[in-house]
């Protein structure tokens, strides 16, 4: 079994698009060499795999050794299925570049000695990777951190900027099962809120949400917004209708000290996945603007 940390890695991960300069080396210098490191070729790991049945599900990128060191690169798994999570050491090695990764629903089902059919939309699946140099040194996708109460360094040794998506990081990534190519219609609706965050400070008086359609083309509103009882406005949220995937759609207040809540803030980032094969379900992770750093699940299933 892998240190735990590399197992809150892979439940916590999350692609970040920056605008660095690709053109700069960006490999860190661990004992006066450059780390080993694997990458995507054309683009960043999808955050989502659409499909309509799980045996048609696969992903399949080209991968290269950015500084041709590399010996071998096994990757670890942590899926979600059905809210159970099982974890994979060594569930894919390579050990020659350039390579194509294939991960598929049937090599993912027998990793985890279940049948195919387990595997549904709305299962998640992370990865972390160990990249290993030619002189032996093994680098993992995972951060350094140091403790500066005992000075010991724990954690991984490959560098945080490289484990965003502008460097088409191989070494860390994950996705979800998508439902199939889906419309607006299978959207609207009436919904049950299951997750809301805060609930001690802003107590669930509305447990239902109305979904309509608009107000522009891709684009669904949640009526009422994240805190109806607190004067919010309505949330707006683009919507990918292939990927199931959403971002915020429209500014908008997420809270208003005067209807009583601590203070007065705004809609920050949204990011989810709307998953209508799944029993209706709508995934948000809501982060704020003036108290950014405050996301938080807000999780709702259609009647």
């Given at each position: 079994?892998?240190?735990?940390?590399?197992?809150?890695?892979?439940?916590?991960?999350?692609?970040?698009?920056s605008c660095t300069d690709d053109s700069k080396n960006p490999l860190p210098d661990f004992a006066a060499s450059q780390g080993s490191f694997i990458r995507f070729v054309d683009?960043?790991?999808?955050?989502?795999?659409?499909?309509?049945?799980?045996?048609?599900?696969?992903?399949?990128?080209?991968?290269?050794?950015?500084?041709?060191?590399?010996?071998?690169?096994?990757?670890?798994?942590?899926?979600?299925?059905?809210?159970?999570?099982?974890?994979?050491?060594?569930?894919?090695?390579?050990?020659?570049?350039?390579?194509?990764?294939?991960?598929?629903?049937?090599?993912?089902?027998?990793?985890?000695?279940?049948?195919?059919?387990?595997?549904?939309?709305?299962?998640?699946?992370?990865?972390?990777?160990?990249?290993?140099?030619?002189?032996?040194?093994?680098?993992?996708?995972?951060?350094?951190?140091?403790?500066?109460?005992?000075?010991?360094?724990?954690?991984?040794?490959?560098?945080?900027?490289?484990?965003?998506?502008?460097?088409?990081?191989?070494?860390?990534?994950?996705?979800?099962?998508?439902?199939?190519?889906?419309?607006?219609?299978?959207?609207?609706?009436?919904?049950?809120?299951?997750?809301?965050?805060?609930?001690?400070?802003?107590?669930?008086?509305?447990?239902?949400?109305?979904?309509?359609?608009?107000?522009?083309?891709?684009?669904?509103?949640?009526?009422?917004?994240?805190?109806?009882?607190?004067?919010?406005?309505?949330?707006?949220?683009?919507?990918?209708?292939?990927?199931?995937?959403?971002?915020?759609?429209?500014?908008?207040?997420?809270?208003?000290?005067?209807?009583?809540?601590?203070?007065?803030?705004?809609?920050?980032?949204?990011?989810?996945?709307?998953?209508?094969?799944?029993?209706?379900?709508?995934?948000?992770?809501?982060?704020?603007?003036?108290?950014?750093?405050?996301?938080?699940?807000?999780?709702?299933?259609k009647q």
């Amino acid at each position: 079994m892998k240190n735990l940390h590399k197992i809150l890695v892979l439940l916590s991960l999350t692609m970040i698009i920056s605008c660095t300069d690709d053109s700069k080396n960006p490999l860190p210098d661990f004992a006066a060499s450059q780390g080993s490191f694997i990458r995507f070729v054309d683009e960043i790991a999808p955050a989502t795999v659409s499909f309509a049945v799980p045996a048609e599900a696969s992903l399949s990128l080209p991968i290269e050794d950015v500084n041709g060191n590399t010996t071998s690169y096994t990757l670890d798994m942590v899926a979600t299925v059905g809210g159970n999570v099982a974890i994979v050491d060594d569930f894919i090695t390579i050990d020659s570049f350039p390579a194509t990764l294939t991960i598929s629903a049937q090599m993912i089902a027998d990793a985890l000695n279940m049948p195919l059919s387990d595997l549904d939309f709305g299962d998640n699946f992370a990865f972390v990777a160990e990249a290993v140099r030619n002189d032996g040194v093994a680098f993992t996708g995972q951060v350094p951190v140091f403790d500066g109460d005992t000075g010991i360094l724990s954690g991984g040794n490959t560098s945080a900027n490289l484990l965003t998506g502008v460097y088409r990081n191989a070494m860390a990534f994950n996705f979800t099962f998508a439902c199939p190519v889906f419309t607006t219609a299978d959207v609207v609706g009436t919904y049950d809120v299951l997750n809301f965050s805060f609930g001690a400070t802003f107590p669930i008086n509305t447990a239902t949400r109305e979904i309509i359609a608009g107000p522009g083309d891709g684009q669904i509103t949640i009526v009422g917004g994240e805190y109806p009882d607190y004067g919010a406005d309505d949330l707006v949220l683009n919507v990918n209708f292939t990927t199931g995937t959403v971002s915020r759609g429209a500014d908008g207040l997420a809270f208003d000290a005067a209807a009583g809540a601590f203070a007065t803030d705004n809609y920050g980032d949204v990011s989810g996945l709307v998953l209508p094969c799944a029993g209706g379900l709508i995934n948000l992770t809501v982060d704020f603007d003036a108290f950014a750093g405050n996301a938080h699940p807000f999780n709702l299933q259609k009647q």
